[in-house]
């Protein structure tokens, strides 16, 4: 087990549904952050979380919203979702809370593979 | 904007050789860290290795270690006596922005190790 735990694994949904990813971490971390990872594509960063607050929100449509009610757990919530939004959603989180502390290494989670019809 | 190039987007070789994965970089930053991720089947995405732009010595973890050329700006990943779980999509990574642990990404290198 690595740590971050997401869930589902494999979600399908239409374009109408409403959907929430969930990531989960027991490592004391005070940074979550969510990445889509897409075909052929760069990891894009979606949003990271800090101390519960949002310090990025890198441009995201708000179709998907984040929520982080304390420091472990951090969500995704998805509704009315393109198919172009298929993608492999992943969750990170750090040991940094906002200031400097040198490269903290990110552990990942495994990811929920989204696909939307 | 920093951007991060992977120039090989697939690779195989055959077990027990060695193998390189090549990375470039383009910043104007000059305190930064580099990370090579790798990513098996299970999705799972796991450093390998890091480095970071101060120190001149090249990192190294067990098989695998980096070339890092800053005035190239090239992050090369070495791996040695390569093995079946080496099997994996590999991704180059940069850090400037300390704190907040905002990485950019290349668009990643499938390896592929042939028993």
């Known amino acids: 087990e690595t740590g971050v735990t997401q869930t589902p694994r494999h979600l399908v949904m239409g374009m109408t549904n409403k959907k929430s990813l969930k990531c989960e971490q027991h490592l004391g971390h005070n940074a979550m952050y969510w990445y889509k990872q897409s075909a052929k594509k760069p990891l894009e960063l979606m949003f990271v979380y800090s101390l519960e607050e949002r310090v990025e929100n890198n441009s995201v449509p708000s179709r998907f919203s984040p929520e982080c009610p304390n420091s472990s757990h951090l969500f995704l919530h998805l509704h009315t979702l393109q198919p172009e939004d298929s993608a492999l959603y992943l969750c990170?989180?750090?040991?940094?809370?906002?200031?400097?502390?040198?490269?903290?290494?990110?552990?990942f989670g495994a990811g929920s593979r989204l696909t939307v019809l | 904007a920093q951007t991060v190039t992977q120039s090989q987007p697939e690779m195989s070789v055959q077990e027990a050789e060695t193998v390189t994965l090549s990375c470039t970089y383009d910043t104007s930053e000059n305190n930064y860290y580099l990370f090579w991720y790798k990513q098996p089947p299970s999705r799972q995405m796991i450093l390998v290795i890091r480095?970071?732009?101060?120190?001149?010595q090249n990192a190294t973890e067990n098989r695998f270690s980096v070339n890092f050329q800053k005035a190239a700006k090239s992050f090369s990943l070495k791996i040695s006596d390569s093995q079946l779980g080496d099997t994996a999509m590999y991704f180059c990574?940069?850090?400037?922005?300390?704190?907040?642990?905002?990485?950019?990404f290349g668009t990643g290198t499938r390896l592929t190790i042939i028993p």
């Open positions: 990574a940069f850090l400037y922005n300390f704190g907040n642990e905002k990485l950019t």
């Open positions: 480095q970071e732009a101060y120190k001149q």
């Open positions: 990170a989180s750090s040991p940094s809370g906002g200031t400097y502390s040198g490269a903290n290494v990110l552990t």
